[in-house]
Nanobody
């Protein structure tokens, strides 16, 4: 089991910045995938950015250059720095973890943190 606690969401004006944090209840050193998804009202959940296979990063095209994912293994925490925010970035942001043990895969989600960008 992995518990994930997100923080850092809020209300920001367009062009502003926010940093989200996701603290895991166990070491993230060996976690296969960890990162962020988001879901806007009335839309499907979509990838924002993830770490896979340790330190390889993966970003959605619309976030490249504006969002940066980072992590602190010592704190079991992943961060999402979001710059130049746009109104279309308004969504609930979810922390995500995938743990693989042999042929078994386990997915974990945080409770979500709301990000609202006002234009």
């Amino acid at each position: 089991q992995v518990q994930l606690v997100e923080s850092g969401g809020g209300l920001v004006q367009a062009g502003g910045s926010l940093r989200l944090s996701c603290a895991a209840s166990r070491s993230i050193f060996s976690i296969n995938t960890m990162g962020w998804y988001r879901q806007a009202l009335g839309k499907q959940r979509e990838l924002v950015a993830t770490f896979t296979s340790g330190s390889r990063t993966n970003y959605a095209d619309s976030m490249k250059g504006r969002f940066t994912i980072s992590k602190d293994n010592a704190k079991n925490t992943v961060y999402l720095q979001m710059n130049n925010l746009k109104s279309e970035d308004t969504a609930v942001y979810y922390c995500y973890v995938l743990v693989v043990h042999g042929n078994d895969e386990y997915e974990y989600w945080g409770q979500g943190t709301q990000v609202t960008v006002s234009s």
